[in-house]
């Protein structure tokens, strides 16, 4: 079964760090870029970056609000993706995807997502 | 504030058909062929149902088309159900330095 499954939300201080994984199962992660969406609550869903295969170096992508605060890494051995997050802000408090990207017939789009994890929530508060 | 424009509701009665329409810039929708939509039911995952502006994924009904014109593009849902309703968003890639950017989404109301 294709699946993916978030951990490590929880609730953290402003200024606080989290970090949180994502493991894979039943496709083949390690030649599948991935990518991590958040929606906060009552809000939409937003980009907040994604990281390429290996065979392109890995290459990661942020979205404008989280550069410089926030990384995503992968571990293609354990098929798990990461986001590490620091300096936190309440405008990060969402519900965070982990999600690849869409290939058929040979081709891969880079703004479409078809594989989802339920999500993890992290809550900014003081 | 979402880079796309989407209307925040739409509603219409079982059968009826609904577009529901994504507003960017030069930059993203009317720059690429690199539209998506996703239905999202509240608690569920997002799912695609369009990529690359009008296209299906397998599996996905034939009642879902997508299309655009300029900078604007499209989401029409045909002989509407009782289980269309849900969010509705649009993606772009982008040439800004946030490549890839979402509408605010909307929701289908199947009265």
């Known amino acids: 079964e294709v699946q993916l499954v978030e951990s490590g939300g929880g609730l953290v201080k402003p200024g606080g760090s989290l970090r949180l994984s994502c493991v894979a199962s039943?496709?083949?992660?390690?030649?599948?870029?991935m990518i991590w969406v958040r929606q906060a609550p009552g809000k939409g869903l937003e980009w907040v970056g994604r990281?390429?295969?290996?065979?392109?170096?890995?290459?990661?992508d942020y979205a404008a609000p989280v550069k410089g605060r926030f990384t995503i890494s992968r571990d293609d051995s354990k098929n798990t993706l990461y986001l590490e997050m620091n300096s936190l802000e309440t405008d990060d408090t969402a519900l965070y995807y982990c999600?690849?990207?869409?290939?058929?017939?040979?081709?891969?789009?880079?703004?479409?997502?078809?594989?989802w994890g339920q999500g993890t929530m992290v809550t900014v508060s003081s | 504030q979402s880079a796309l424009t989407q209307p925040a509701s739409v509603s219409a009665s079982p059968g009826q058909s609904i577009t529901i329409s994504c507003t960017g810039t030069?930059?993203?929708?009317?720059?690429?062929?690199?539209v998506s939509w996703y239905q999202h039911h509240p608690g569920k995952t997002p799912k695609l149902i369009i990529y690359a502006v009008s296209n299906r994924p397998s599996g996905v009904s034939s009642r879902f088309s997508g299309s655009k014109s300029g900078n604007t593009a499209s989401l029409t849902i045909s002989g509407l159900q009782a289980e269309d309703e849900a969010d509705y968003y649009c993606?772009?890639?982008?040439?800004?330095?946030?490549?890839?950017?979402f509408g605010g989404g909307t929701k289908l109301s199947v009265l």
């Open positions: 990281i390429k295969r290996k065979t392109e170096t890995r290459t990661v």
């Open positions: 999600t690849t990207r869409y290939c058929s017939g040979g081709g891969c789009w880079d703004d479409a997502f078809d594989i």
């Open positions: 039943g496709f083949t992660f390690s030649n599948t870029w």
């Open positions: 030069s930059s993203d929708v009317g720059a690429y062929n690199y």
């Open positions: 993606n772009s890639y982008s040439s800004s330095s946030t490549l890839v950017v």
